[in-house]
């Protein structure tokens, strides 16, 4: 947006008041117990987030550079160069991500996490079970490996989707992370 950029500049105060303007209105409203006037990054949890000059609404870290959006009237920061649509509401002293998928999924989500743990691995290990390999066979370490490798292999398949379901800060914060490193490889 350039400075003459006139089309949403309405009655707003004068440009260099935006700042203050973000202080006695934004912050306050969302942190009325807590008055500093800084808050942390939810991304990288280690930067601050200020109000960038000449631009309404918009927030960078002074560390990791991510830019955000306030969404004053719900209290709501959004992130705007990810490719999540990733959402978080003040709590008075720190961010609460916000899930999109509705709690009536949870049950759902759940129950084909535990699926995905036991069923099938679970069938690998009742066929071995009832179709042991031939002993001294050299198959009973392959089927030994693979029964592990599968359980191994759809835990974390499991794990995936309820830490996406659950949107954790701290793996919401890695994936970012893994984001930039990725596009900083291709850029
Ligand atoms: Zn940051």
Known sequence: MSAFDSSRSGDR??????????????WSVLAPLDDRDQHPCPICNHGQLQAM???????ACDFCRHLFTLDLSAQILRVEDSTQPLQWRWMGRSWQPVRHSSDDLTPAIWI???????GPVGIIGLSQYLFPPLPGARSVGFSQGWFISAAIGHLILAAWLLLEHYQLPLYVSLKLRWQDWRSRLNG
Request: aromatic fraction near 8%; proline fraction near 11%; charge should be positive.
């Open 112 to 118: 084909v996490a535990a699926g995905l743990a036991i």
């Open 53 to 59: 000059a000449m631009m309404d609404e918009a927030w």
């Open 13 to 26: 105060p004068p440009r260099f008041s935006k700042p203050n303007k973000a202080r006695a209105i934004g």
